[in-house]
């Protein structure tokens, strides 16, 4: 006698193949998959749209910002204008600013350890303001990665489920193996389901990412080569 949950469905009952009933078939296993796998897809969009929107309106309001900084003719009143902004391009400048206005207040001014200094704190602005950005394309690495192999657990189960109905059973029919089957490839599918958006967005977030540390950088390396510039007159 095989266990009640691993029982092969009736040789004369219809076999429905509707995801919501191959999901009310499937054993408690396959289930709690299933469901893992739709959180995991949740999850996964929730934060694709999240970061869509911030790195968007970063980039943007990096841009707007940038451009604004080399049309104004003080850089030191454009900072305390507009410094304390939470725009990555305006935490560039401020660890500039700050560095330099530190070294310009001693009575003798070290260029090669103002230099140093200058190009250490802006590109650690850079590398922070990154971070912050991508502190959660991670969660769409683990989902890319693991959600297929989750989902392929399922499926190994639903194909044992209908191998033990073949055994009790001792009937090859698809009416007894269809049901164990048909859960295993849903189970797969949700897997993917789950794993695709989320390994597109990454790579796509990863490249918009690193244009914007690219444009960090530059911003970095304009403002150094002008600080440079003031502490050779």
Same mark, same amino acid.
């Given at each position: 006698?095989?266990?009640?949950?691993?029982?092969? #469905?009736?040789?004369?009952?219809?076999?429905?193949?509707?995801?919501?009933?191959?999901?009310?078939?499937?054993?408690?296993?396959?289930?709690?998959?299933?469901?893992?796998?739709?959180?995991?897809?949740?999850?996964?969009?929730?934060?694709?749209?999240?970061?869509?929107?911030?790195?968007?309106?970063?980039?943007?309001?990096?841009?707007?910002?940038?451009?604004?900084?080399?049309?104004?003719?003080?850089?030191?009143?454009?900072?305390?204008?507009?410094?304390?902004?939470?725009?990555?391009?305006?935490?560039?400048?401020?660890?500039?600013?700050?560095?330099?206005?530190?070294?310009?207040?001693?009575?003798?001014?070290?260029?090669?350890?103002?230099?140093?200094?200058?190009?250490?704190?802006?590109?650690?602005?850079? #590398?922070?303001?990154?971070? +912050?950005?991508?502190?959660?394309?991670?969660?769409?690495?683990?989902?890319?990665?693991?959600?297929?192999?989750?989902?392929?657990?399922?499926?190994?189960?639903?194909?044992? +489920?209908?191998?033990?109905?073949?055994?009790?059973?001792?009937?090859?029919?698809?009416?007894?193996?269809?049901?164990?089957?048909?859960? #295993?490839?849903?189970?797969?599918?949700?897997?993917?389901?789950?794993?695709?958006?989320?390994?597109?967005?990454?790579?796509?977030?990863?490249?918009?990412?690193?244009?914007?540390?690219?444009?960090?950088?530059?911003?970095?390396?304009?403002?150094?080569?002008?600080?440079?510039?003031?502490?050779?007159?």
């Amino acid at each position: 006698m095989i266990l009640p949950f691993l029982a092969a #469905a009736p040789s004369g009952a219809a076999i429905s193949l509707s995801p919501v009933a191959l999901f009310l078939q499937a054993d408690i296993i396959v289930k709690v998959v299933m469901l893992g796998l739709l959180l995991a897809s949740v999850v996964s969009w929730a934060v694709i749209i999240a970061i869509w929107l911030k790195l968007g309106s970063t980039s943007r309001a990096s841009q707007n910002y940038e451009k604004a900084f080399w049309q104004a003719g003080d850089i030191e009143q454009f900072y305390r204008n507009r410094g304390k902004e939470d725009v990555p391009s305006a935490q560039v400048l401020s660890a500039g600013i700050q560095e330099w206005q530190a070294s310009a207040a001693k009575r003798v001014i070290d260029v090669a350890g103002t230099r140093d200094r200058l190009s250490t704190g802006m590109s650690s602005a850079v #590398a922070t303001a990154v971070d +912050r950005i991508a502190d959660r394309l991670n969660i769409l690495a683990t989902i890319g990665s693991v959600s297929p192999f989750v989902g392929l657990f399922g499926t190994v189960w639903g194909i044992m +489920r209908s191998f033990t109905a073949i055994a009790g059973e001792q009937n090859t029919s698809l009416a007894v193996v269809a049901p164990g089957i048909a859960e #295993a490839l849903f189970a797969t599918a949700i897997g993917l389901f789950a794993a695709i958006p989320a390994v597109i967005a990454y790579n796509r977030f990863s490249h918009g990412v690193n244009r914007l540390e690219a444009r960090l950088m530059r911003f970095a390396d304009r403002l150094y080569t002008t600080f440079s510039r003031e502490l050779e007159e």
